[in-house]
């Protein structure tokens, strides 16, 4: 394909410049402004959105997602089984056909950790997690989630975007779609890994699926000290030579957009190149955590060497927030390969969760304590969630772990308009299957949306002659823990 050489029109006069801006770039740049505070059109035969891109009042404006993928034990964390101290040793019976993952059925086994009651409302959370157990009069505890998959893949695949199969946008991409972003030199979405290693997946938790591929999520290196690669100059390219070569880049790039308009990547690139010349001032600040006072720093953790990581993503998710970032995920275990650095407890489930709920309790702490002494989390909506959960029994017979459950586990959320001190849902004695107040993923899906300002069977994309969204044809929006 040969591409003719571009033309740069004469501007002698404020008119001119004008004129110029009406087309190209500018009216890109243009687009993707009125199109991030919700007044565009979509393209390429796609419906049309909703004007505003709410449907109703939100209660929340951003939303950060703290997602510890590997199966955290409900039983082990807060949801307090007395009976299941009883029954330790004994085999589970009465349930109906039971189908764990690894085929390993083993004993009953208690807790592995005390349980005590905090804060006002005299809430039962675990010794393993003590500083989120400080904030438990905040939170909406529920502990009836149900995920479809025990598999790790498919699993993170629906708590991320609401399919357990690969391709579909992530909750992140959807509300860069539906509602934009409150800042034009930083993403609409922005993923924070675990500085240790990516999760089961990858990018595929946080991708955008068939939507236009400017609403992808942006993944910061969190394992470096530069976590957005090469937004520096070179030193021993000028700044004319810069310019020049950004100028050519865009030229080529406008072209190729013009020529190919059903492309939503080429826009997306042009959209990328002009919010990265942006990030070149707003990222350096952003990250900057060492303007933060030390004492903000210890609330994170980040002056102890073991929660130091991911107590800058937390410290980082939250100046995010304040800076307009609309959706911020924070991934708090990576590959799911090793037992080490994730939640997948199969062969000593008090070594694996005393590793790992150490770095999730105080930053996390910190982070809500943060946000609530600086006004923030009135409207903004936190959520915590693993994939699924874990057994109440032992995998194996005289197992030390526990195998993967998806049919009843513990999530919380906080801020944005949900109940302060709450319980939703009830599980059995043994913590193996909801008693009351199921709740789906989908149906998750559908109540965070709605505290956005999204209903969210109006949030679509027309793809493969189909009106897709988030909650696919499922899910409802659960009124009761809302404030």
């Known amino acids: 394909m040969q591409i003719s050489p571009v033309q740069t029109p004469s501007i002698s006069s404020r008119r001119d410049w004008l004129a110029h801006s009406a087309s190209g770039l500018g009216a890109m740049a243009m687009a993707a402004l009125l199109t991030g505070d919700g007044f565009g ?17 939100p209660r929340a404006k951003r939303c950060i997602h703290i997602f510890s993928p590997g199966g955290v034990s409900q039983v082990d964390t807060f949801d307090y089984k007395p009976e299941l101290e009883k029954l330790d040793n004994q085999p589970l019976v009465g349930k109906g056909k039971i189908e764990p993952f690894f085929g390993q059925i083993g004993k009953l086994r208690k807790s592995f950790y005390s349980f005590k009651q905090y804060g006002e409302t005299g809430t039962w959370v675990s010794s393993l997690l003590p500083n989120i157990a400080e904030c438990v009069d905040d939170l909406t505890i529920v502990r009836s989630l149900v995920a479809k998959s025990s598999s790790h893949t498919p699993a993170c695949f629906q708590m991320n975007t609401g399919f357990t199969l690969n391709g579909y946008p992530s909750l992140g991409a959807w509300l860069s779609y539906g509602l934009g972003t409150d800042s034009q030199s930083l993403p609409a979405f922005v993923v924070l890994p675990d500085p240790r290693g990516i999760v ?81 001032v707003s990222i350096p600040e952003t990250v900057g955590i ?55 407890a199969h062969e000593d489930l008090k070594q694996n969760h005393d590793t790992q709920g150490v770095l999730l309790d105080k930053p996390v702490a910190g982070l809500l304590k943060d946000l609530k002494r600086r006004g923030l989390l009135d409207d903004t909506l936190v959520f915590w969630t693993s994939e699924f959960g874990r057994t109440p029994f032992t995998q194996g017979e005289n197992g030390k772990g526990r195998d993967h459950h998806n049919l009843c586990f513990t999530g919380w959320l906080c801020g944005g308009g949900v109940k302060r001190g709450f319980s939703y849902g009830e599980s059995d004695e ?17 109540t965070v949306l709605h505290l956005l300002g999204i209903d969210h069977t109006r949030l679509t994309w027309y793809h493969n002659g189909i009106d897709r969204r988030l909650t696919d044809v499922h899910g409802r929006v659960v009124f009761d823990l809302l404030a």
């Open 430 to 446: 043994v913590g193996y299957q909801p008693t009351s107040d199921p709740m789906t993923v989908y149906d998750l899906h559908a």
């Open 290 to 344: 060492e303007q933060e006072t030390r004492e903000t720093q210890a609330l994170y953790g980040i002056d102890q060497p073991l929660t130091a990581g991911f107590g800058r993503n937390c410290l980082l998710a939250r100046r995010l927030i304040e800076r307009g970032v609309r959706f911020v995920q924070l991934y708090n275990g990576g590959a799911l390969g090793s037992p080490r650095i994730n939640w997948d």
């Open 200 to 280: 089961n997946g990858g990018a595929s938790n946080w991708g955008n699926g068939f939507l236009p591929a400017l609403h992808q999520g942006v993944a910061f290196d969190t394992a470096k000290t530069e976590p957005v690669a090469n937004l520096q100059t070179p030193k021993d390219v000028s700044p004319e030579a810069r310019t020049a070569a950004l100028k050519a880049l865009e030229q080529m790039n406008r072209r190729m957009a013009e020529e190919y308009p059903l492309d939503s990547a080429l826009t997306a690139r042009l959209r990328s190149y002009e919010l990265a010349a942006q990030m070149q």
């Open 41 to 57: 059109e979509e393209t390429s035969g796609q419906k049309k959105r909703s004007v505003t891109g709410l449907h109703h009042p």
